[in-house]
């Protein structure tokens, strides 16, 4: 069975960059027919979809977060990555990494396996 | 832009069947999941394609989606359930996942 565990600095500064790692591990991403995906919850709010990416690097992104959003994938380390530029306290979220059924099912969404989730505070 | 409405909260006596709407305009054309979310856990996937349950979520928990409604009906319903519950869709037009606003399930 799929386990992912996000990583990443818990603050960050207004108008830097995020940086968070999901780590995969009960199985090989590239042999795994998923899509893998971000999702963000602020405190107390609602979960919004950020982006997925395909072990190749095909990329789905969330289009009001396309111009600050970059999504890498490193099949050798069975990780994936998320950069966000020029953040905002409005960035302040629980950031959830999780597999993505796109593969199969040929569009975004359905997500089954989730990581634990790891909370980014933007502050100065 | 396409959104998805859910009512903010739904109150449920133990035992009873809740039922959990999601609406959109023309959501049959659409394919839904269905997600719960204990406090303070990761959400969990309930329903997917609609009306399919994922390997180990109990037969209490069932999906319809048809016209302008997508429906979660959980049956029997258990302390165990109080979550909140968030229906989620791909929409083509915007190549956005979207996800409802989430409906907090109290159980009575």
């Known amino acids: 069975q799929l386990q992912l565990q996000e990583s990443g600095p818990g603050l960050v500064k207004p108008s830097e960059t995020l940086s968070l790692t999901c780590t995969v591990s009960?199985?090989?991403?590239?042999?795994?027919?998923?899509?893998w995906a971000w999702i963000r919850q602020p405190p107390g709010k609602g979960l919004e979809w950020i982006g997925s990416?395909?072990?190749?690097?095909?990329?789905y992104y969330n289009p009001s977060l396309k111009s600050r959003l970059t999504i890498s994938i490193d099949t050798s380390k069975n990780q994936f990555s998320l950069k966000l530029t020029s953040v905002t306290a409005a960035d302040t979220a629980m950031f959830y990494c999780?597999?993505?059924?796109?593969?199969?099912?040929?569009?975004?969404?359905?997500?089954?396996?989730w990581g634990q989730g790891t909370l980014a505070i933007v502050s100065s | 832009s396409y959104v998805l409405t859910q009512p903010p909260s739904v109150s449920v006596a133990p035992g009873r069947t809740a039922r959990i709407t999601c609406g959109g305009n023309?959501?049959?054309?659409?394919?839904v999941h269905w997600y719960q979310q204990r406090p303070g856990q990761a959400p969990v996937l309930v329903v997917h394609?609609?009306?399919d349950r994922p390997s180990g979520i109990p037969e209490r928990f069932s999906g319809s989606n048809s016209g302008n409604t997508a429906t979660l009906t959980i049956s029997r319903v258990e302390a165990g359930d109080e979550a909140d519950y968030y229906c989620?869709?791909?929409?083509?037009?915007?190549?956005?996942?979207?996800f409802g606003g989430g409906t907090k399930l109290t159980v009575l």
């Open positions: 990416i395909y072990y190749s690097g095909g990329t």
């Open positions: 023309n959501i049959g054309s659409k394919t």
């Open positions: 999780a597999t993505d059924r796109a593969a199969v099912t040929g569009t975004p969404g359905d997500f089954d396996y």
């Open positions: 009960g199985g090989s991403m590239q042999r795994s027919n998923y899509y």
């Open positions: 989620q869709v791909w929409d083509s037009y915007s190549d956005h996942v979207l």
């Open positions: 394609d609609d009306s």
